[in-house]
């Protein structure tokens, strides 16, 4: 009897483990698709429209096409950017950056000197969406690059980001050089 009701435990706790990261599992894809709608939203509030989707969880929109080379994983780029969370379909907040009049006009202490860094793509050590979607730009390019949470910091809270927030990165490529 005590037999069955160790069994009957384990499978009871197994079959509660199963539904609890099926929910879990469900969540997520909840949230990546309103983050997905969120980006939306903002582009349409924005009037950001010529954005363009690509690999169905990025979106882009170029304020001035570059006349230069487009960047590859390996290529070296000097860029400045302008980090932040997109909060809601009217406002996206800044939360870091290496151009010191934005830093100043949004309030940010100031941590860093303010000039450009240079970043090998692929291997940078920016978080993944900042990395990948320096891929979709040109040497020149003055461009906002959107993405969900997955491809920045995730489930996790950064600072003063909530978790689960998707991110936004304005980026004016000063220079490419080629691998």
Avoid: W
């Avoid at 989707?53 to 080379?69: A, L, M, N, P, T």
């Avoid at 940010?108 to 979607?133: C, Q, R």
Wanted: net charge positive; charged share 20%.
């Amino acid at each position: 009897m005590r037999l069955f009701s160790h069994t009957g435990l384990f499978f009871g706790c197994l079959i509660s483990a199963f539904l609890l990261q099926s929910c879990q599992k469900e969540t997520v894809s909840r949230s990546l698709e309103s983050q997905l709608q969120l980006m939306d939203s903002y582009i349409a509030t924005k009037k950001l429209k010529d954005s363009v989707k690509v690999e169905v969880d990025y979106r882009y929109y170029r304020f001035v096409k570059g006349s230069g080379v487009k960047i590859e994983a390996g290529d070296k780029v000097t860029l400045s950017y302008v980090l932040t969370s997109i909060e809601s379909s009217t406002n996206a907040r800044v939360y870091a950056t290496n151009i010191k009049s934005v830093a100043a006009l949004n309030g940010l202490k100031e941590v860093a000197d303010y000039v450009p860094i240079t970043v090998v793509v692929g291997s940078s050590g920016l978080f993944k969406g900042f990395d990948t979607g320096l891929r979709y730009l040109y040497e020149g390019d003055n461009a906002f690059i959107m993405f969900p949470s997955i491809y920045g910091y995730g489930s996790s809270s950064m600072g003063t980001i909530p978790p689960d927030t998707p991110l936004g990165v304005r980026v004016y490529i000063h220079k490419v050089e080629k691998k």
